[in-house]
């Protein structure tokens, strides 16, 4: 059963159901779709989250899941950040997917250090290692996860292991 998602502007995406078995990744594979800070581009943002998990090999309530955090995430960026663009990215390799919202801009010179934000909305420094990104690092409440970088670019996403139970 194929699933199609048109709309104008954006690039024409085709996909198939999801299988019930997850199949680990080979490569790495990642997927970035920046759009324009407009009013309505969160939703085609989320729409494009939609369309992506559910065409890879996904089952149908983990597609779900990760497709709801997306919406989440763009709805929130896009109110918490004046950014005049922002990406979705999608990061599968062989210890999961995660899915963020960001309004970073990717630039020369390396990755940026991504704080933990605390409930009380100040950056956490502690365990900070180079080199290590903290949402795809393995957390007990597997919620969406705020960081800022140090000069203020903000992300929202959320990491799901391989072996997530079904329905968590």
Excluded at 1 to 16: D, H, K, N, Q
Aim: net charge positive; proline share 8%; hydrophobic share 40%.
């Amino acid at each position: 059963m194929g699933r199609t998602v048109s709309m104008r502007g954006l690039p024409r995406i085709e996909g198939r159901s999801a299988t019930p078995a997850i199949r680990i990744p080979a490569q790495h594979v990642t997927l970035s779709f920046e759009i324009l800070r407009l009013p309505g581009s969160q939703a085609a943002l989320a729409d494009v989250a939609v369309t992506a998990l559910s065409a890879a090999a996904l089952p149908a309530w983990l597609a779900r899941k990760l497709s709801e955090a997306a919406r989440v995430s763009a709805q929130f960026i896009y109110g918490h950040s004046h950014a005049p663009r922002y990406r979705l990215l999608i990061v599968s390799d062989g210890n999961g997917i995660t899915v963020a919202v960001t309004d970073y801009e990717d630039l020369p010179g390396g990755r940026p250090a991504w704080l933990d934000v605390t409930r009380a909305n100040t950056l956490q420094h502690d365990g900070i290692q180079p080199g290590i990104d903290p949402l795809t690092r393995h957390t007990p409440d597997d919620g969406l996860r705020l960081h800022r970088t140090p000069d203020g670019h903000i992300r929202l996403g959320c990491h799901a292991p391989w072996n997530t139970p079904a329905g968590t």
